[in-house]
């Protein structure tokens, strides 16, 4: 664990905490002290991927399972209406 985790997380904590209460110049006030620990926010960006994908399942094999066809032939025949 980092050195000034604990704090880091604690402040991140109090000035969510201040932003949804608007509290503006205390989250200024947070974000100072972030600095002061070595905190630097990630951009808002997503990731890209850091790896190609890979194919995990064969594509010769079926997946599925095909129960209703094996319950249809197994049901006995309905009866003649006379």
Same mark, same amino acid.
């Given at each position: ?12 904590? $109090?000035?969510? =905490? %201040? ?8 989250? !200024?006030?947070?974000?100072? *002290?972030? $600095?002061?620990? =070595? %905190? ?8 890209? !991927?850091?790896?190609?994908? *890979? ?28």
């Amino acid at each position: 664990m980092a050195k000034h985790a604990n704090m880091i997380a604690a402040l991140l904590r $109090e000035r969510d =905490g %201040y932003e949804r209460q608007g509290k503006k110049d205390r989250v !200024r006030q947070v974000d100072e *002290q972030l $600095e002061h620990y =070595g %905190y630097s926010p990630e951009p808002d960006e997503p990731k890209g !991927r850091t790896a190609s994908p *890979q194919q995990t399942a064969d594509q010769g094999t079926p997946t599925a399972k095909k129960t209703a066809a094996k319950k249809a032939a197994a049901a006995p025949p309905a009866p003649a209406a006379e």
